[in-house]
């Protein structure tokens, strides 16, 4: 039972618990398995736009993509830049909507799929990445609206809805596709106050259809959101625990999992505590088996270099108004150190395509260039059936997350299980 819920919560929760009984066979399925669409978010900003606009070029010939829109000043001037990128819009499909969210994959739908090719969508709850239990500020309208996309796009899709009060969001999920789903603890908690670990995961694993749980424990710092900084001079701005930024499935048995090079742990704090951070994954990882008590594989991916990536600031009295909370550790002229989102394991897969970051760029040291390179190597070897096409998110990066936050695939209406690659 949920820890000091409200009444009425708990017999949502009992409700549908009793809707959904032992005969439902309704899966998570993995995101290698086809698919039938992919939405792509709209960022309304040229520079984050044109990151879109590569994601689109990169994969509509090979599935269908959907765009929410709220306006239709937002669809003809995105269709104007996407026309220039040479992409042709009539085969994409736009979706009217109450609002065009930046981010598609974490309010919007979560697909379930069973054995006679039918499909569902979870709804789960919304609080806006946890931010009214960091700021204190309760959800606003648009919140609230954001927070129905999945039952709106069930709507448009005309799919049942499996609805569960539990916060998640589709960013924090990770699944193998045969009955393993992971996570991290600290944010599962942190989105669910009122809850213990066990009551969580006994509602994700019901709603997913999966039967056993990984949990990592701690999110990274440089995915971490609070108030002011985070840690000497140095703060970002991410999901705030997103498993899609650390450790990932690309085959039932097979884990990436982020690794920060020997050279660049103590070169700032945050790569400092999160080494540890993923040191304590990997050992996680290192023991956790799947449903049929084999261990994972798991293999090492790059991490960008924060310090090549970080925005300095020179603090004043204006780039204090415009700093989302108050700085009162540093002094106006003093230098604040700003991480985007950066991070290579915020992929995407898609019918014949991996979408994998790249930021090397002229002036940056050439270790980056290197794991450009070496990232590509490892996941062609991982997809060899699938074209590998990296593309440098870091413009949306800047906004908290990467190509994997700003699309959301829908499985094909398939009746077995297929391969990974």
């Given amino acids: 039972m949920l820890k000091s819920a409200k009444p009425a919560l708990v017999l949502l929760l009992l409700t549908y618990t009793v809707q959904v009984g032992a005969q439902d066979t309704f899966r998570m399925p993995a995101e290698w398995e086809p698919q039938e669409a992919v939405w792509v978010g709209i960022f309304h900003r040229p520079g984050r736009e044109r990151v879109s606009a590569a994601i689109i070029k990169s994969i509509y010939k090979q599935v269908q993509v959907r765009l929410n829109f709220q306006a239709d000043s937002t669809k003809y001037s995105f269709n104007r830049l996407l026309n220039s990128f040479q992409i042709d819009t009539t085969k994409l499909q736009w979706i009217l909507d109450s609002v065009s969210f930046n981010w598609p994959r974490d309010p919007g739908p979560q697909f379930l799929v069973n054995e006679k090719g039918e499909q569902k969508v979870i709804d789960f709850g919304w609080n806006d990445y946890g931010s009214r239990f960091i700021t204190g500020k309760k959800p606003g309208r648009i919140d609230n609206i954001i927070g129905r996309t999945d039952i709106r796009m069930a709507g448009f899709l005309k799919l049942p809805v499996l609805s569960t009060p539990v916060v998640a969001e589709g960013g924090g999920l990770e699944t193998n596709g045969r009955g393993v789903l ?103 990882l290192r023991k956790a088996t799947d449903i049929n008590g084999k261990p994972f594989t798991i293999i090492r991916i790059p991490y960008p270099d924060l310090n090549a990536h970080a925005i300095s600031y020179l603090l004043d009295d204006d780039m204090r108004k415009n700093f989302p909370s108050p700085i009162p550790h540093l002094k106006n002229g003093d230098t604040l150190k700003f991480v985007p989102a950066v991070s290579y394991m915020n992929f995407m897969i898609t019918n014949g395509i991996v979408l994998v970051p790249a930021y090397w760029k002229e002036g940056m040291p050439l270790r980056e260039k290197e794991k450009d390179e070496e990232v590509k190597k490892i996941f062609e070897k991982l997809f060899p059936n699938r074209k590998i096409i990296q593309i440098n998110p870091y413009s949306i990066n800047g906004g908290g997350g990467g190509i994997h936050c700003a699309t959301l695939q829908q499985p094909k209406k398939l009746s077995k299980v297929p391969s990974p690659n």
């Fill in 182 to 284: 992971m996570s991290i603890e600290e944010t599962a908690l942190q989105r669910n106050p009122d809850m213990t670990l066990p009551e969580i995961e006994k509602e994700y694993l019901r709603v997913t259809g999966c039967s056993k749980m990984i949990w990592l424990k701690r999110m990274t710092l440089h995915d971490k959101s609070v108030p002011g900084l985070l840690v000497g001079n140095w703060t970002s701005e991410g999901a705030n625990g997103h498993i899609d930024e650390v450790a990932r499935f690309v085959s039932p048995n097979t884990i990436l999992l982020a690794k920060i090079d020997a050279s660049e742990r103590k070169k700032n704090p945050i790569s400092q505590a999160d080494d540890e951070i993923l040191k304590e994954d990997y050992e996680i």
